[in-house]
Protein backbone atom coordinates (compact mmCIF):
# COMPACT_ATOMS: atom_id res chain seq x y z
CA UNK A 1 0.00 0.00 0.00
CA UNK A 2 1.33 3.62 -0.32
CA UNK A 3 3.38 5.08 2.34
CA UNK A 4 1.22 8.27 3.99
CA UNK A 5 3.39 11.28 3.15
CA UNK A 6 4.23 13.65 6.07
CA UNK A 7 2.05 16.02 5.37
CA UNK A 8 -0.91 14.26 5.53
CA UNK A 9 0.83 12.53 8.92
CA UNK A 10 0.81 15.94 10.35
CA UNK A 11 -3.04 17.05 9.56
CA UNK A 12 -3.67 14.04 11.38
CA UNK A 13 -1.53 14.40 14.32
CA UNK A 14 -2.69 18.13 14.33
CA UNK A 15 -6.82 16.75 14.57
CA UNK A 16 -8.37 18.31 17.54
CA UNK A 17 -9.15 16.30 20.26
CA UNK A 18 -11.91 16.80 22.68
CA UNK A 19 -12.00 16.04 26.21
CA UNK A 20 -14.56 15.41 28.73
CA UNK A 21 -14.44 19.06 30.41
CA UNK A 22 -15.53 22.24 28.57
CA UNK A 23 -14.23 25.92 30.33
CA UNK A 24 -16.25 28.59 29.14
CA UNK A 25 -15.67 32.43 30.02
CA UNK A 26 -18.66 33.83 29.15
CA UNK A 27 -20.02 36.37 32.34
CA UNK A 28 -23.52 36.43 31.06
CA UNK A 29 -25.15 33.34 30.19
CA UNK A 30 -26.59 33.92 26.94
CA UNK A 31 -30.26 33.44 25.11
CA UNK A 32 -30.09 30.99 22.03
CA UNK A 33 -32.50 30.68 19.37
CA UNK A 34 -32.13 27.61 17.20
CA UNK A 35 -34.30 27.44 14.32
CA UNK A 36 -33.76 24.38 12.32
CA UNK A 37 -35.63 24.35 8.51
CA UNK A 38 -36.43 20.60 7.49
CA UNK A 39 -34.54 19.38 4.27
CA UNK A 40 -33.53 22.66 3.08
CA UNK A 41 -31.44 22.68 0.22
CA UNK A 42 -28.24 24.91 -0.55
CA UNK A 43 -30.10 26.38 -3.44
CA UNK A 44 -33.55 27.21 -1.55
CA UNK A 45 -33.03 30.83 -0.19
CA UNK A 46 -32.86 34.26 -1.76
CA UNK A 47 -28.44 34.76 -1.06
CA UNK A 48 -27.95 31.60 -3.13
CA UNK A 49 -30.60 32.06 -5.63
CA UNK A 50 -32.75 35.06 -6.40
CA UNK A 51 -35.60 33.56 -7.75
CA UNK A 52 -37.00 31.74 -4.11
CA UNK A 53 -38.43 34.87 -2.42
CA UNK A 54 -36.62 35.08 2.03
CA UNK A 55 -36.12 38.60 2.49
CA UNK A 56 -36.61 38.10 6.26
CA UNK A 57 -33.67 35.02 6.05
CA UNK A 58 -31.70 37.25 3.20
CA UNK A 59 -32.12 40.19 5.67
CA UNK A 60 -30.98 38.05 9.21
CA UNK A 61 -27.87 36.69 7.06
CA UNK A 62 -26.79 39.63 6.18
CA UNK A 63 -27.18 41.20 9.83
CA UNK A 64 -24.55 38.24 10.61
CA UNK A 65 -22.04 35.48 9.50
CA UNK A 66 -22.93 33.14 6.78
CA UNK A 67 -21.89 29.81 7.27
CA UNK A 68 -20.00 28.42 4.00
CA UNK A 69 -18.30 25.23 5.14
CA UNK A 70 -21.11 23.76 7.87
CA UNK A 71 -22.26 20.38 7.33
CA UNK A 72 -24.39 17.89 8.73
CA UNK A 73 -25.34 14.14 8.60
CA UNK A 74 -27.53 13.80 5.61
CA UNK A 75 -30.71 12.77 6.45
CA UNK A 76 -33.30 13.83 9.63
CA UNK A 77 -33.17 12.05 13.22
CA UNK A 78 -28.68 11.17 12.40
CA UNK A 79 -28.78 15.60 12.00
CA UNK A 80 -30.99 15.70 15.20
CA UNK A 81 -29.16 13.03 17.28
CA UNK A 82 -26.16 15.08 16.88
CA UNK A 83 -27.11 18.77 16.83
CA UNK A 84 -28.48 17.78 20.92
CA UNK A 85 -25.76 15.57 21.89
CA UNK A 86 -22.67 16.67 20.07
CA UNK A 87 -21.62 13.44 19.49
CA UNK A 88 -21.59 11.77 15.89
CA UNK A 89 -24.55 9.26 15.44
CA UNK A 90 -22.14 6.21 15.42
CA UNK A 91 -21.39 6.36 18.85
CA UNK A 92 -25.07 5.37 19.60
CA UNK A 93 -26.26 3.41 16.65
CA UNK A 94 -28.32 5.92 14.57
CA UNK A 95 -26.46 5.90 11.87
CA UNK A 96 -28.61 4.08 9.37
CA UNK A 97 -32.27 5.56 8.25
CA UNK A 98 -34.80 7.56 10.00
CA UNK A 99 -36.98 6.60 12.91
CA UNK A 100 -39.96 4.82 11.70
CA UNK A 101 -43.35 4.90 13.08
CA UNK A 102 -43.19 1.39 14.45
CA UNK A 103 -39.70 1.28 15.52
CA UNK A 104 -38.61 0.17 19.07
CA UNK A 105 -36.03 2.57 19.60
CA UNK A 106 -34.95 6.52 20.76
CA UNK A 107 -32.13 8.55 20.79
CA UNK A 108 -30.56 6.57 23.56
CA UNK A 109 -31.41 7.52 27.16
CA UNK A 110 -27.67 7.09 27.71
CA UNK A 111 -26.97 10.38 25.79
CA UNK A 112 -27.20 13.55 27.46
CA UNK A 113 -28.41 16.49 25.71
CA UNK A 114 -27.47 20.04 25.58
CA UNK A 115 -31.23 20.79 26.70
CA UNK A 116 -30.15 19.05 29.70
CA UNK A 117 -27.41 21.05 30.56
CA UNK A 118 -28.88 24.10 30.00
CA UNK A 119 -31.33 23.31 32.43
CA UNK A 120 -28.98 22.65 35.02
CA UNK A 121 -27.35 26.64 34.21
CA UNK A 122 -30.48 27.52 34.71
CA UNK A 123 -32.31 28.00 31.44
CA UNK A 124 -35.85 27.59 30.34
CA UNK A 125 -35.88 25.36 27.84
CA UNK A 126 -38.40 24.79 24.87
CA UNK A 127 -39.11 22.81 21.69
CA UNK A 128 -41.41 24.02 19.29
CA UNK A 129 -42.28 21.49 15.89
CA UNK A 130 -40.93 18.22 14.97
CA UNK A 131 -39.09 15.53 17.62
CA UNK A 132 -38.61 12.75 15.39
CA UNK A 133 -35.79 11.24 18.02
CA UNK A 134 -38.36 8.30 19.19
CA UNK A 135 -41.44 8.32 21.26
CA UNK A 136 -42.02 4.74 21.76
CA UNK A 137 -41.43 5.04 25.32
CA UNK A 138 -41.89 8.05 27.78
CA UNK A 139 -38.48 8.31 28.51
CA UNK A 140 -37.66 8.78 24.55
CA UNK A 141 -40.31 12.00 24.70
CA UNK A 142 -38.56 15.59 24.61
CA UNK A 143 -39.79 17.00 28.45
CA UNK A 144 -37.80 13.96 29.36
CA UNK A 145 -34.55 14.76 27.20
CA UNK A 146 -34.25 18.47 28.70
CA UNK A 147 -36.52 20.40 27.40
CA UNK A 148 -39.45 22.38 30.11
CA UNK A 149 -42.35 22.24 27.03
CA UNK A 150 -43.15 20.95 24.31
CA UNK A 151 -45.31 22.22 21.18
CA UNK A 152 -45.31 19.81 18.27
CA UNK A 153 -45.29 16.70 16.67
CA UNK A 154 -42.83 13.48 17.29
CA UNK A 155 -43.38 11.94 13.78
CA UNK A 156 -40.92 12.61 10.77
CA UNK A 157 -43.36 13.55 8.46
CA UNK A 158 -47.20 14.22 8.14
CA UNK A 159 -49.74 16.69 6.94
CA UNK A 160 -49.45 20.06 7.36
CA UNK A 161 -53.19 20.63 8.23
CA UNK A 162 -54.91 17.98 9.84
CA UNK A 163 -51.60 16.60 11.68
CA UNK A 164 -52.06 12.91 10.96
CA UNK A 165 -49.74 10.80 8.94
CA UNK A 166 -50.67 6.95 7.64
CA UNK A 167 -48.46 3.82 7.92
CA UNK A 168 -48.73 0.40 7.17
CA UNK A 169 -52.13 0.77 6.29
CA UNK A 170 -53.24 2.51 9.83
CA UNK A 171 -53.77 6.12 10.60
CA UNK A 172 -53.17 8.61 13.52
CA UNK A 173 -53.02 11.55 14.71
CA UNK A 174 -49.68 13.36 16.09
CA UNK A 175 -49.89 17.08 17.81
CA UNK A 176 -49.02 17.65 21.18
CA UNK A 177 -48.72 19.88 24.07
CA UNK A 178 -46.18 18.57 26.42
CA UNK A 179 -47.17 14.95 26.43
CA UNK A 180 -50.91 16.67 25.54
CA UNK A 181 -52.81 15.57 22.37
CA UNK A 182 -54.58 18.32 20.65
CA UNK A 183 -54.75 17.51 16.93
CA UNK A 184 -58.18 18.26 16.91
CA UNK A 185 -57.67 21.83 18.49
CA UNK A 186 -55.90 22.41 15.35
CA UNK A 187 -57.27 20.52 12.45
CA UNK A 188 -56.70 23.09 9.30
CA UNK A 189 -54.51 25.14 10.88
CA UNK A 190 -50.92 25.27 8.95
CA UNK A 191 -47.83 23.75 11.26
CA UNK A 192 -45.74 27.00 9.91
CA UNK A 193 -48.15 28.97 11.50
CA UNK A 194 -49.05 27.69 14.24
CA UNK A 195 -45.01 26.89 15.05
CA UNK A 196 -44.07 30.42 15.10
CA UNK A 197 -47.23 31.74 16.87
CA UNK A 198 -46.08 29.44 19.53
CA UNK A 199 -42.29 30.65 19.46
CA UNK A 200 -43.89 34.01 19.66
CA UNK A 201 -45.89 33.28 22.69
CA UNK A 202 -42.56 31.58 24.49
CA UNK A 203 -40.83 34.68 23.79
CA UNK A 204 -43.44 37.57 24.85
CA UNK A 205 -43.87 35.14 28.07
CA UNK A 206 -40.52 34.82 29.15
CA UNK A 207 -38.96 35.85 32.31
CA UNK A 208 -35.70 38.08 31.11
CA UNK A 209 -33.95 37.30 34.19
CA UNK A 210 -33.76 33.60 33.17
CA UNK A 211 -31.56 32.59 30.03
CA UNK A 212 -33.62 30.98 26.65
CA UNK A 213 -33.06 28.54 24.61
CA UNK A 214 -35.93 28.24 22.35
CA UNK A 215 -35.50 25.17 19.27
CA UNK A 216 -37.85 25.90 16.36
CA UNK A 217 -37.92 23.01 14.19
CA UNK A 218 -39.78 23.99 11.36
CA UNK A 219 -41.92 21.30 9.93
CA UNK A 220 -40.94 22.86 6.39
CA UNK A 221 -40.35 22.15 3.77
CA UNK A 222 -39.83 18.49 4.57
CA UNK A 223 -42.63 16.90 2.32
CA UNK A 224 -46.07 16.31 1.95
CA UNK A 225 -45.76 18.91 -0.41
CA UNK A 226 -48.28 21.53 1.28
CA UNK A 227 -49.04 25.35 1.72
CA UNK A 228 -51.58 28.03 1.63
CA UNK A 229 -52.10 29.06 -2.35
CA UNK A 230 -51.30 32.73 -1.71
CA UNK A 231 -47.66 31.86 -1.15
CA UNK A 232 -47.55 28.83 -4.12
CA UNK A 233 -48.90 31.93 -6.10
CA UNK A 234 -45.78 34.39 -5.97
CA UNK A 235 -43.79 32.07 -7.85
CA UNK A 236 -46.33 31.32 -11.00
CA UNK A 237 -44.51 33.46 -13.29
CA UNK A 238 -41.11 31.54 -12.29
CA UNK A 239 -42.41 27.42 -12.58
CA UNK A 240 -45.74 28.02 -14.60
CA UNK A 241 -47.00 24.31 -14.63
CA UNK A 242 -44.32 22.67 -12.53
CA UNK A 243 -46.69 22.93 -9.56
CA UNK A 244 -44.52 21.00 -7.28
CA UNK A 245 -42.09 23.39 -7.55
CA UNK A 246 -44.58 26.04 -7.15
CA UNK A 247 -45.98 24.28 -4.00
CA UNK A 248 -42.51 23.57 -2.37
CA UNK A 249 -40.95 27.44 -3.17
CA UNK A 250 -44.03 28.98 -1.43
CA UNK A 251 -43.32 26.80 1.63
CA UNK A 252 -39.95 28.02 1.75
CA UNK A 253 -41.36 31.82 1.53
CA UNK A 254 -44.28 30.94 4.11
CA UNK A 255 -41.54 29.41 6.42
CA UNK A 256 -39.84 33.23 5.54
CA UNK A 257 -42.16 35.31 6.85
CA UNK A 258 -43.08 33.10 10.09
CA UNK A 259 -39.19 33.62 10.78
CA UNK A 260 -39.60 37.15 10.52
CA UNK A 261 -42.96 37.53 12.73
CA UNK A 262 -40.70 35.73 15.28
CA UNK A 263 -37.56 37.54 14.64
CA UNK A 264 -39.85 40.91 15.03
CA UNK A 265 -41.20 39.97 18.47
CA UNK A 266 -38.03 38.48 19.66
CA UNK A 267 -36.19 41.47 18.57
CA UNK A 268 -38.79 44.02 20.38
CA UNK A 269 -38.18 42.26 23.46
CA UNK A 270 -35.33 42.69 26.08
CA UNK A 271 -33.67 38.97 25.36
CA UNK A 272 -32.36 40.60 21.96
CA UNK A 273 -29.16 42.76 23.06
CA UNK A 274 -28.21 38.84 25.17
CA UNK A 275 -29.32 36.77 22.26
CA UNK A 276 -27.75 34.24 19.65
CA UNK A 277 -29.67 33.26 16.77
CA UNK A 278 -29.00 30.10 14.68
CA UNK A 279 -30.85 29.44 11.31
CA UNK A 280 -29.72 25.75 10.17
CA UNK A 281 -31.26 22.88 8.10
CA UNK A 282 -31.10 19.52 8.98
CA UNK A 283 -29.76 18.27 5.99
CA UNK A 284 -29.69 18.80 1.91
CA UNK A 285 -32.79 18.86 -0.23
CA UNK A 286 -34.70 15.74 -0.59
CA UNK A 287 -34.37 15.44 -4.38
CA UNK A 288 -37.27 12.94 -5.01
CA UNK A 289 -39.42 16.01 -3.69
CA UNK A 290 -38.58 18.99 -4.62
CA UNK A 291 -35.72 21.41 -3.27
CA UNK A 292 -32.15 22.08 -4.93
CA UNK A 293 -28.63 21.91 -3.67
CA UNK A 294 -27.40 23.12 -6.93
CA UNK A 295 -24.48 23.69 -7.49
CA UNK A 296 -23.46 21.38 -4.86
CA UNK A 297 -23.61 17.56 -6.26
CA UNK A 298 -25.67 14.93 -4.57
CA UNK A 299 -28.83 15.45 -2.33
CA UNK A 300 -30.43 14.21 0.88
CA UNK A 301 -29.51 10.46 1.96
CA UNK A 302 -26.37 10.49 -0.14
CA UNK A 303 -22.67 11.62 1.56
CA UNK A 304 -21.94 14.14 -1.72
CA UNK A 305 -21.75 17.82 -0.60
CA UNK A 306 -25.19 18.03 -1.35
CA UNK A 307 -26.93 15.76 1.42
CA UNK A 308 -24.21 17.18 4.23
CA UNK A 309 -23.53 20.49 3.19
CA UNK A 310 -26.22 23.10 4.59
CA UNK A 311 -27.52 26.33 4.82
CA UNK A 312 -26.66 27.74 7.81
CA UNK A 313 -26.20 31.43 9.53
CA UNK A 314 -25.67 33.29 12.90
CA UNK A 315 -26.74 36.70 13.80
CA UNK A 316 -26.80 38.35 17.35
CA UNK A 317 -25.87 41.26 18.98
CA UNK A 318 -22.74 39.72 20.11
CA UNK A 319 -20.93 39.35 17.08
CA UNK A 320 -18.15 41.22 16.47
CA UNK A 321 -18.08 44.46 14.40
CA UNK A 322 -15.95 43.16 12.20
CA UNK A 323 -17.47 40.16 11.46
CA UNK A 324 -21.16 41.24 10.61
CA UNK A 325 -22.23 40.56 6.81
CA UNK A 326 -19.40 38.59 5.87
CA UNK A 327 -19.21 34.54 5.04
CA UNK A 328 -17.15 32.75 7.16
CA UNK A 329 -15.78 29.88 5.10
CA UNK A 330 -13.90 28.17 8.16
CA UNK A 331 -14.45 24.17 8.77
CA UNK A 332 -18.22 23.24 11.04
CA UNK A 333 -20.00 20.48 12.18
CA UNK A 334 -23.76 20.23 13.71
CA UNK A 335 -22.05 18.98 16.86
CA UNK A 336 -20.00 21.66 17.27
CA UNK A 337 -23.81 23.31 18.44
CA UNK A 338 -22.95 21.48 21.86
CA UNK A 339 -20.03 22.55 23.18
CA UNK A 340 -20.49 26.35 21.87
CA UNK A 341 -23.85 26.72 23.43
CA UNK A 342 -22.31 25.50 26.36
CA UNK A 343 -19.76 28.07 26.30
CA UNK A 344 -22.81 30.91 25.79
CA UNK A 345 -24.29 29.56 29.07
CA UNK A 346 -21.34 30.54 30.87
CA UNK A 347 -19.50 28.80 33.66
CA UNK A 348 -17.28 25.19 33.33
CA UNK A 349 -19.53 22.46 32.24
CA UNK A 350 -18.30 18.41 33.34
CA UNK A 351 -19.41 16.31 30.66
CA UNK A 352 -20.81 12.66 31.27
CA UNK A 353 -19.29 11.18 27.64
CA UNK A 354 -16.66 12.90 25.51
CA UNK A 355 -17.97 14.99 22.68
CA UNK A 356 -17.04 15.09 18.81
CA UNK A 357 -18.41 18.85 18.31
CA UNK A 358 -15.79 21.66 19.27
CA UNK A 359 -16.41 25.34 20.60
CA UNK A 360 -16.49 27.53 17.62
CA UNK A 361 -17.61 30.72 19.15
CA UNK A 362 -14.75 32.78 18.48
CA UNK A 363 -14.76 31.29 15.22
CA UNK A 364 -18.18 32.52 14.26
CA UNK A 365 -18.09 35.82 16.53
CA UNK A 366 -14.78 36.61 15.82
CA UNK A 367 -13.57 35.14 12.49
CA UNK A 368 -10.56 33.22 14.38
CA UNK A 369 -9.65 29.91 12.24
CA UNK A 370 -11.88 26.99 13.50
CA UNK A 371 -10.29 24.11 15.39
CA UNK A 372 -12.16 21.22 13.46
CA UNK A 373 -9.94 19.88 10.32
CA UNK A 374 -11.46 16.43 10.61
CA UNK A 375 -15.53 15.39 9.93
CA UNK A 376 -16.68 12.19 9.85
CA UNK A 377 -19.45 12.03 8.19
CA UNK A 378 -20.68 8.69 9.12
CA UNK A 379 -20.18 5.35 9.00
CA UNK A 380 -23.28 2.81 8.08
CA UNK A 381 -22.44 -0.82 7.96
CA UNK A 382 -26.04 -1.67 7.20
CA UNK A 383 -26.43 0.03 4.04
CA UNK A 384 -26.92 -1.57 0.93
CA UNK A 385 -23.11 -2.68 -0.61
CA UNK A 386 -22.56 -2.70 -3.81
CA UNK A 387 -22.89 -6.19 -6.18
CA UNK A 388 -20.49 -5.50 -8.46
CA UNK A 389 -16.65 -5.02 -7.15
CA UNK A 390 -14.56 -6.10 -9.58
CA UNK A 391 -13.27 -2.46 -10.21
CA UNK A 392 -12.16 -1.50 -7.11
CA UNK A 393 -8.21 -1.28 -6.29
CA UNK A 394 -8.93 -0.43 -2.20
CA UNK A 395 -10.84 -3.82 -1.65
CA UNK A 396 -8.20 -5.65 -0.15
CA UNK A 397 -6.62 -2.66 2.03
CA UNK A 398 -6.25 -3.52 5.60
CA UNK A 399 -7.58 -0.51 7.32
CA UNK A 400 -11.56 0.15 6.11
CA UNK A 401 -14.02 -2.07 3.95
CA UNK A 402 -14.56 0.12 1.16
CA UNK A 403 -17.85 -1.18 -0.17
CA UNK A 404 -19.33 0.09 3.40
CA UNK A 405 -20.93 3.39 2.89
CA UNK A 406 -18.79 5.67 5.04
CA UNK A 407 -17.29 9.42 4.33
CA UNK A 408 -15.12 11.55 5.65
CA UNK A 409 -13.21 14.92 5.59
CA UNK A 410 -9.95 15.58 6.41
CA UNK A 411 -8.39 19.39 5.68
CA UNK A 412 -9.52 20.04 1.97
CA UNK A 413 -9.70 16.08 1.34
CA UNK A 414 -12.73 14.01 1.77
CA UNK A 415 -13.21 10.13 0.80
CA UNK A 416 -16.15 8.64 0.29
CA UNK A 417 -16.60 4.90 0.13
CA UNK A 418 -19.78 2.28 -0.52
CA UNK A 419 -22.52 2.97 -2.75
CA UNK A 420 -23.04 6.55 -4.69
CA UNK A 421 -27.08 6.85 -4.24
CA UNK A 422 -28.22 9.57 -6.37
CA UNK A 423 -24.48 11.34 -6.95
CA UNK A 424 -26.10 13.81 -9.89
CA UNK A 425 -26.18 17.68 -10.28
CA UNK A 426 -30.36 18.37 -10.06
CA UNK A 427 -30.75 21.97 -11.08
CA UNK A 428 -34.56 23.93 -9.98
CA UNK A 429 -36.48 24.33 -13.51
CA UNK A 430 -35.85 27.80 -13.12
CA UNK A 431 -32.38 27.34 -14.09
CA UNK A 432 -33.25 26.35 -17.64
CA UNK A 433 -31.24 23.68 -18.07
CA UNK A 434 -30.73 20.04 -17.36
CA UNK A 435 -29.68 17.70 -14.55
CA UNK A 436 -26.34 16.14 -15.36
CA UNK A 437 -26.05 12.67 -14.32
CA UNK A 438 -21.94 10.92 -14.28
CA UNK A 439 -21.01 8.48 -16.20
CA UNK A 440 -21.44 5.02 -13.65
CA UNK A 441 -18.04 3.07 -12.97
CA UNK A 442 -19.38 -0.05 -11.68
CA UNK A 443 -17.40 -1.84 -9.25
CA UNK A 444 -15.38 1.61 -8.05
CA UNK A 445 -16.67 2.54 -4.99
CA UNK A 446 -13.60 4.75 -3.04
CA UNK A 447 -13.72 8.54 -4.38
CA UNK A 448 -11.13 11.17 -3.52
CA UNK A 449 -12.21 15.04 -3.32
CA UNK A 450 -10.40 18.00 -2.92
CA UNK A 451 -12.95 19.84 -1.68
CA UNK A 452 -11.22 23.75 -1.68
CA UNK A 453 -10.49 22.86 -4.98
CA UNK A 454 -13.59 20.96 -6.48
CA UNK A 455 -16.47 22.08 -3.99
CA UNK A 456 -18.51 20.89 -6.23
CA UNK A 457 -17.01 17.07 -7.14
CA UNK A 458 -16.44 16.63 -10.41
CA UNK A 459 -13.60 15.05 -10.32
CA UNK A 460 -12.48 12.00 -8.33
CA UNK A 461 -8.15 12.67 -7.72
CA UNK A 462 -7.87 8.67 -5.87
CA UNK A 463 -5.89 7.54 -8.86
CA UNK A 464 -3.76 10.70 -8.48
CA UNK A 465 -3.35 10.75 -4.79
CA UNK A 466 -3.34 7.14 -3.22
CA UNK A 467 -1.11 8.03 -0.31
CA UNK A 468 -4.38 10.54 0.76
CA UNK A 469 -6.60 7.71 0.17
CA UNK A 470 -4.98 5.26 2.47
CA UNK A 471 -4.64 7.85 5.19
CA UNK A 472 -8.54 8.24 5.25
CA UNK A 473 -9.15 4.67 5.08
CA UNK A 474 -6.59 4.24 8.43
CA UNK A 475 -8.42 6.99 9.84
CA UNK A 476 -12.10 5.57 8.76
CA UNK A 477 -10.96 2.25 10.17
CA UNK A 478 -10.02 3.57 14.18
CA UNK A 479 -13.37 5.43 13.33
CA UNK A 480 -14.90 2.06 12.77
CA UNK A 481 -13.69 0.24 15.90
CA UNK A 482 -15.23 2.74 17.98
CA UNK A 483 -18.61 2.42 16.43
CA UNK A 484 -21.72 1.22 17.77
CA UNK A 485 -24.27 -1.05 16.03
CA UNK A 486 -26.62 0.81 13.90
CA UNK A 487 -29.95 -0.15 16.13
CA UNK A 488 -32.13 -0.41 13.23
CA UNK A 489 -34.77 -2.93 13.77
CA UNK A 490 -37.07 -2.19 10.75
CA UNK A 491 -40.93 -2.31 10.94
CA UNK A 492 -42.00 -4.35 14.29
CA UNK A 493 -44.25 -3.14 16.47
CA UNK A 494 -47.51 -2.61 13.73
CA UNK A 495 -49.87 -4.25 16.53
CA UNK A 496 -48.51 -1.96 20.01
CA UNK A 497 -48.11 0.51 17.90
CA UNK A 498 -51.52 0.72 16.17
CA UNK A 499 -52.66 4.40 16.58
CA UNK A 500 -55.99 2.35 17.05
CA UNK A 501 -54.64 0.77 19.96
CA UNK A 502 -54.16 4.34 21.74
CA UNK A 503 -57.13 6.50 20.69
CA UNK A 504 -56.35 7.29 16.87
CA UNK A 505 -53.44 8.95 17.92
CA UNK A 506 -49.59 8.03 17.15
CA UNK A 507 -48.56 7.57 20.81
CA UNK A 508 -45.88 5.40 22.92
CA UNK A 509 -46.33 1.83 23.95
CA UNK A 510 -42.97 0.29 24.71
Known sequence: ????????????????????????????????????????????????????????????????????????????????????????????????????????????????????????????????????????????????????????????????????????????????????????????????????????????????????????????????????????????????????WRTYAGMVTCMDEAIGNVTRTLKASPLWQNTVLVFSTDNGADAKFIGSNFPLRGAKATLFEGGVRGLGFVTSPLLSPEVVGKTNRELLHMSDWFPTFLHLAGGEHSLDKPIDGMNQWETISLGKPSPRQEILHTIDTLALRPVDRGREKYSKNPYFDVFTLAAIRLGDWKLLTGPAGNDSWIPPPSAKYKPFHPQKLYGKVVRLYNIAKDPYERKDVSEENPEIVVALLRRLGEFNKETVKPTYPGVIDVIYGNPDEHGGLWAPWG
Not at 50 to 65: F, Q, Y
Open 1 to 244: MPQITDSVRLLLINVFLISSFVKCDVDRPANIIFIMADDMGWNDIGYHNPTMKTPNLDKLAAEGVKLHSYYMPSICTPSRSVFLTGRYEIRYGLQHGVLGHYQRRCLSTEETTFAEKLKEKGYSTHLVGKWHLGFYKDGCLPRQRGFDSFFGFYLGAEDYFNHDSTMQGHHGFDFRRNEDDVSQEYVGQYSTHLFASEAQDIIRNHDPSKPLFLFLSFQAVHMPLQVPEKYAALYDHVYGNHDD
